[in-house]
């Protein structure tokens, strides 16, 4: 029991579905001979039951603070598919305890460089210019450096990301300043602006939350929720501070104006280098990053020119979410790449994380119908995409 539930905290502390979990548990648990197993989730802790040769025995072990993992559960998975019958626990422990002490598979500075990347990539997808997207990267980039330097000091997730929202965009008006001063004016400043703390965005927990509710892992999905929203609102303060003090007017302007082929090229491009980097922040193997990426360049696209011929957000979201989730499962099946790894890179970056920010501070400068309208719009789109991901199901049966 000791074994099944320390593989346990390993696979949803990375970050995995309490859904998921539950059917790596059952595995595991049916292979070491127990059986009857009842598990309940929440975000920082697991409570089982298990039985064997009639008895029953309970446990209850805490998660830690929630990261994502994807290489971890990666290896779990295939541990678990590995395995034989009546399996050595000695040998079983020896394996976990290997995986949890294996290092990042990027450094510091490689995650850094990835996330200005990304930021730089999600202030065109935002409709900036090219000088915004140099400044949302720098940002982006120093406010990741921070992100980790609190991280690694154990500072607390929510302290940490509004000191990090603050310092992403204080560091992009800082810039956008400095570029004033010089005479290159900025254009399209609130893109660029939003996009620079949008690395900050919860939105595994999110989609994971709203999947593990239509699975009926209600109190694992009403947890995941809870600690979404509030990195929300903590990322939402720093950006608050920084909006204040500069003065800083947010309101939506028109997307940058390029030939359209051009535009479609520019933004598969840029999927493909957001999703990738983002890959990389969740510990994913360079190769399945690259996958990663192509899928987000196919779906992100998919997702874009369906609402360029007037379809709505919500079921252009659905309809890419649907592409990712039938090739993640495909995946998982003929190449053993477990479907989170597929999935959550492409699925990151279509966050309405714009909507999401510009919900909170519209509403706490009382402009409510401009809020409203935000948050219905970030709900939909986010409901989309975990319904697109369910319904993959339907069309791949597992066998």
Sequence with gaps: MDVVMQFATMMIGAGNTATRTREMMDAIAKKMGLDGLAVSFSLDSITASVRRSGEWITALRETGPPVVNVWQIAELERLVKTLGPEPALREIELKLAHLKSTAHHYSMLQIVGAVATASGAFAFLNGAAALEMIAAAIGGGVGQWLRMRLSR????????????????????????????LLGLKFTHYPAGFISSVLFLVPGFPLIAGLFDLLQYQTVAAVSRF?????????????????????????????????????????????????????AMLFNTPAPIALAAGLLALVANSLRLVLNDIGMMPAPAAFCAALVIGIVAMLSDRHFNVPRLAMTVAPIVIMIPGVFAFEMIVLFNHGRMVEALQASASCGFVIGGLAMGLAAARFFIRKT
């Design 153 to 180: 000091s154990h500072f607390n997730h929510y302290g940490t990301a509004a000191l990090s929202a603050a310092m992403a965009s204080g560091v992009f008006a800082i810039v956008g300043g400095l570029s004033g």
């Design 226 to 278: 809870a600690y979404g929203a509030m990195l929300l609102l903590s990322v939402a303060l720093g950006l608050s501070f920084v909006i204040a003090i500069a003065g800083i007017d947010i309101s939506r302007q028109p997307s940058l104006e390029v030939a359209y082929f051009l535009k479609f090229v520019l933004r598969a491009v840029f999927s493909f280098v957001a999703a990738g980097a983002f």
